[in-house]
């Protein structure tokens, strides 16, 4: 990266405090909850506001029998006003247009790679370098960097498939900058701070791989810990192993996740010899997440959930048209417990009954199996 990413906090900030002025992007304050349920945290924004997103349905023509338009391709090129910098020759940094969270940016690459085909090599060590990058940032402090300055924390995550709440075709990944207290906060943060069979945490092996899961969420996922002399080659061997896990998970919705686990290990020469096309879209949905000290995957076998029946008015009104409950569309950003509402109603719902938030977010991937599920 070039010397610039030496403060890419204050980069990022900069570059993000810019494009809010000159109207290049739209950002709205979102109402934030922060509710628990079994010792899981999760972080509630209610944000009418992305009601009047851009959705590939809205954009379709109203004759159903006439192809949708192609889509624009954002990333190429970037709009000038959102780009922060280049990462090698490979990829490049930008701002996201409707960010949630202030300096909510994207790792994209320089030329068009499907965003459904496997992560490369690459792509992960671009990553790495991004979390590694920001939280060494050590420059002396910006107005921009007083001003954002407790966001030292990075969590990233990518959406991949038609379930997965992915809307663009070309490859790009995803940050948003937390604070320390809030990265604290995850579960899956506090699930590696915890020991296995402490507060619902259940570790495995497969291969030389230790994997942890968290038994009291509800919908199945797998995590390793990523060392801070990780290599990029490493990296990517522990995310095929996540995305083995994944795929077996979906193709096998019953077996519980330690049987998982166990299954993986005894097949694992047959697992780690075979070789997953690059080139190839990866035959179902997922999301990733990753911090600097962990990454996890989460199989997806649906995008929208609902907290009330989807034929319910929701009260909102977008252009003087009433709109029915939207449901929540979860991405990668449901591994870090964070749920994004658009309507006060579905919120309302939520905040009434913290436990709702978990068993309609459990809807979203393949369940857990009650009689391993810890402590509820």
């Known amino acids: 990266m070039s010397a610039s990413t030496q403060s890419l906090r204050s980069l990022v900030f900069a570059t993000y405090k810019r494009a809010l002025k000159a109207g290049a992007l739209t950002f709205s304050e979102t ?156 579960w899956a943060k506090q699930m590696f701070d915890s020991n296995p069979s402490e507060n619902g945490v259940v570790e495995g092996k497969v291969g030389d791989l230790k994997i942890r899961y968290q038994s009291k969420v509800m919908y199945k996922h797998y995590f390793v810990r990523i060392n801070d002399d990780c290599k990029p080659e490493e990296l990517w061997k522990m995310y095929t192993t996540l995305l083995s896990l994944a795929e077996y998970s979906l193709s096998h919705p019953a077996t519980p996740a330690d049987a998982v686990l166990k299954e993986a290990d005894e097949r694992w020469d047959s697992i780690s010899t075979t070789q997953r096309l690059m080139d190839v879209d990866v035959p179902f949905s997922y999301n990733m997440a990753f911090t600097k000290g962990w990454m996890g995957i989460l199989p997806r076998t649906t995008e929208t959930v609902y907290v009330v029946d989807k034929e319910e008015n929701s009260g909102a009104v977008v ?54 599920r810890a402590s509820l």
Request: aromatic residues 6%.
């Open 31 to 186: 109402e934030v909850h922060n509710i628990a349920h079994d010792g899981i945290n999760y972080q509630i924004r209610y944000a009418p506001n992305l009601l009047k997103k851009p959705t590939p349905a809205a954009s379709q023509s109203h004759n159903a029998s006439l192809p949708a338009p192609p889509k624009a391709n954002p990333f190429l090129p970037p709009n000038p006003a959102l780009y922060i910098a280049p990462l090698q020759s490979s990829h490049y940094l930008v701002l996201n247009k409707f960010p949630v969270i202030p300096g909510h940016f994207i790792l994209a690459t320089t030329g068009f790679e499907k965003q459904g085909c496997p992560l490369t090599t690459g792509d992960l060590e671009a990553a790495l370098s991004v979390l590694r990058d920001w939280e060494s940032d050590i420059s002396h402090q910006t107005d921009e960097q007083e001003e954002q300055g407790e966001y030292k924390s990075l969590y990233g995550f990518f959406n991949s498939g038609k379930a997965s709440g992915a809307s663009q075709p070309h490859r790009h990944l995803q940050f948003i900058p937390l604070t320390r207290l809030e990265v604290d906060g995850l």
């Open 319 to 372: 252009d003087g048209v009433a709109i029915k409950c939207p449901g929540l569309n979860l991405n990668g950003t449901a591994l870090a417990g964070m749920t994004l509402i658009r309507t006060r109603k579905e919120m309302d719902v939520v905040l009434a009954d913290p436990g709702c938030i978990a068993r309609t977010v459990g809807g979203i991937g393949v369940s857990q199996q009650e009689t391993h």
